[in-house]
Every structure is written in C-alpha cells, then in structure tokens.
C-alpha cells in the first residue's frame, strides 16, 4: 500500500498563494490517480481537484478553476496543489488521497479513492 503526507499548509490573506505537496512512500505514485479534497468545519468534504497517474489528464472543481493548479512529479512520488488567489472560502482541510489505476481516468468522487493522508490545514484571512 501507499503512504500519503501532506505539506505546505498553513495562514495566508485572502490573494495570497500556497502550494501543497503530497508525499508518497510504499509503492510508486505512477501506479496511482491522485486527488485533493478538502473539508471545512461543519460541511462534507468535497473534490478540489484531480489527476490521472500519468499528468496528461486533470479535473478542477468549479470553485477552484483558474486558480488552482494540479500536477504530479512521478519520480518524486510527489503530488502538487499550486493555490493562487486564495479566497477566505478556501479555508479547509486539505487532503489527498489516491487510487490505484493506471487506465488513464481522473477520479472526482471520494468514495472510489484507497488510501488518504492526514490532512493539512489552509487559512485565509480576509
């Protein structure tokens, strides 16, 4: 199985950028699609964003398109989440979490995901 860790988090004003990476360790990251959810206090947690095991595919939520980037470093068994833009809204817990495929599909939905990090906590000032 794969061990996911989250990075990066942390406070920023609104406008401000983060980026969020994942650490992967256990099995390579090519064998994986990989997502990030997020989840705020009091409401489910929700897709960010996704992408396949090879990069050439990815999925934005609507909130988050035109300011957020997902990407993948295979051989780093790192997973990115570049955050520009930040909207107070943001605040969350941010997660990722993979799924073991390598047909080529970007997975939104967190039920068919396998393994999950521990989280890493975003906070935008307004």
């Known amino acids: 199985q794969v061990h996911l860790v989250e990075s990066g988090g942390g406070l920023v004003q609104a406008g401000g950028s983060l980026r969020l990476s994942c650490a992967a360790s256990g099995r390579p990251l090519s064998n994986y699609a990989m997502g990030w959810f997020r989840q705020a206090p009091g409401k489910e947690r929700e897709v960010v964003a996704a992408?396949?095991?090879?990069?050439?595919?990815?999925y934005y939520a609507d909130s988050v398109k035109g300011r957020f980037t997902i990407s993948r470093d295979n051989a780093k068994n790192t997973l990115y989440l570049q955050m520009n833009s930040l909207k107070p809204e943001d605040t969350a817990v941010y997660y990722c979490?993979?799924?073991?495929?390598?047909?080529?599909?970007?997975?939104?939905?967190?039920?068919?995901?396998?393994?999950w990090g521990q989280g890493t906590q975003v906070a935008v000032s307004s």
């Open positions: 979490a993979a799924k073991a495929t390598r047909r080529g599909v970007v997975v939104s939905t967190s039920w068919e995901y396998d393994y």
């Open positions: 992408i396949n095991w090879s990069g050439g595919s990815t």
